[in-house]
């Protein structure tokens, strides 16, 4: 089955002790990106990786980081979480074409991680 | 001001009813445009792609109107099964979500 998944799905953790959320997916999809979901606020991009080795920052990168060394995981770590890191997180992947994200692929999301930080 | 906005809701519609979802969009060099769908707790995933002329999918029709930086989603004999949030996504070198809209179709 075609699918992202990620783990844990839910976490409660405390403010500076660092945690990771994997990330896989296993539709040989070049592109992958992290979410984060606020009320009021849709869902603002974190980071964003076009293929292995490749990242970039997307609206909302203080505070994370992201690795991609190999093409099917893509972790967001929290070096040192803070209370308002609190969030519903997914993560997302999708073909490219011809290099670019192609503007009619679908994005397959990720089941969502609900961190909460104290 | 946010880059889509849409009505935030809710909506309470009953069973069989007509409902219309609005968004408007900043960036008039904005390429693609998207409905998805989230159900409570769940992942978006997607409704349907939104194209210049509209287009239509079986109960769902989408609109686009490029001069007014808009997009619709009209949802016809609304089911129980409806009942989620719509997020109107813009695509222009990457994805831009709004916040959703909640829908309730009620018996």
């Known amino acids: 089955e075609a699918q992202v998944t990620q783990n844990p799905r839910y976490l409660i953790t405390v403010t500076g002790k660092k945690l990771t959320v994997t990330c896989s997916q296993n539709m040989n999809h070049e592109y992958m990106s992290w979410y984060r979901q606020d009320p009021g606020l849709g869902l603002r991009q974190i980071y964003y990786?076009?293929?292995?080795?490749?990242?970039d920052k997307g609206d909302v990168p203080e505070g994370y980081k992201v690795s991609r060394k190999e093409k099917r995981n893509f972790p967001l770590i929290l070096e040192s979480p803070s209370p308002n890191q609190t969030s519903l997180y997914f993560c997302?992947?999708?073909?490219?074409?011809?290099?670019?994200?192609?503007?009619?692929?679908?994005?397959?999301f990720g089941p969502g991680t609900r961190l909460t930080v104290l | 001001r946010k880059e889509v906005e849409q009505d935030p809701g809710p909506f309470n519609v009953p069973e069989g009813a007509t409902v219309a979802f609005n968004c408007t969009y900043s960036?008039?060099?904005?390429?693609?445009f998207f409905w998805y769908r989230q159900d409570c707790r769940k992942e978006p995933k997607l409704l349907m792609s939104?194209?210049?002329s509209g287009n239509e999918d079986g109960r769902f029709t989408a609109q686009l109107n490029r001069a007014s930086q808009y997009i619709s989603l009209l949802i016809r004999d609304s089911k129980l099964s409806d009942s989620a949030t719509y997020l109107c996504?813009?695509?222009?070198?990457?994805?831009?979500f709004g916040a959703g809209t909640r829908l309730t179709v009620k018996p």
């Open positions: 990786s076009m293929n292995v080795e490749v990242t």
């Open positions: 960036n008039s060099a904005s390429q693609s």
């Open positions: 939104v194209y210049s």
């Open positions: 996504v813009v695509y222009n070198n990457d994805m831009r």
């Open positions: 997302a992947s999708s073909l490219l074409v011809a290099g670019a994200l192609f503007s009619y692929n679908e994005q397959f």
